[in-house]
């Protein structure tokens, strides 16, 4: 038989610290976004290189899609080094890169919310298009202000989630 409340107490104690984690690296976020980027980067680059080895030594244990499991771990190592080398640039290249798609994809969804206001859905929604249409257009113009937006839109976040987080472990 299994002890619930040992496990909920287990549940909650990781919920403290990974609240508790996520406030401190929302806060190094916010106060050193060029150095806690480059540390994350680090920790991405090595994730993307284990990742792209474990996915090679996959096709020999199950060789299912295994064209797709070599495609994907070559990817993942090359990805894994290249951040590895270069930690620097990748703190700058991929929130710059991400603002980039995520403009490419509020532009894509602002017009189509103006197109179904002008198909009866209403001025709330032909307006929320607009703005996204002008976000999306920033991030795509400026992709390096849409990633300074988002490095500190994901340290907000990041703090938001450890309160959350630290509120349930005690709830």
Same mark, same amino acid.
């Given at each position: ?8 107490n287990? /549940? +909650? ?8 984690a ?5 806060i ?12 994350? !980067?680090? =920790? ?5 290189l =284990?990742?792209?080895?474990a996915m ?8 299912? /899609? ?8 070559i ?8 951040v590895l ?7 700058? *290249?991929?929130?710059?890169?991400l603002?980039? *798609? ?6 894509? !969804?602002?017009?189509?919310?103006? *197109? ?7 001025w ?7 703005? +996204?249409?002008? *976000? ?36």
């Amino acid at each position: 038989m299994v002890d619930t409340d040992y496990i909920d107490n287990i /549940n +909650s104690q990781a919920l403290l610290l990974g609240g508790i984690a996520s406030i401190i690296f929302g806060i190094l976020l916010l106060s050193w976004p060029g150095a806690t980027l480059s540390v994350i !980067m680090l =920790i991405v680059g090595l994730w993307w290189l =284990i990742q792209g080895i474990a996915m090679i030594f996959g096709v020999f244990i199950d060789r299912t /899609n295994w064209g797709w499991k070599l495609l994907g771990g070559i990817i993942g190592i090359i990805a894994g080094i290249i951040v590895l080398q270069h930690p620097l640039q990748a703190a700058v *290249i991929v929130p710059a890169t991400l603002a980039l *798609i995520l403009g490419i994809l509020g532009l894509s !969804m602002g017009i189509i919310a103006v *197109i179904a206001a002008f198909a009866g859905d209403g001025w709330g929604t032909g307006i929320l298009g607009i703005v +996204s249409i002008i *976000i999306g257009l920033l991030f795509i113009f400026n992709a390096w202000v849409g990633g300074v937006v988002l490095v500190w839109a994901t340290a907000i976040l990041m703090i938001a989630g450890g309160i959350s987080s630290i509120y349930w472990a005690y709830k």
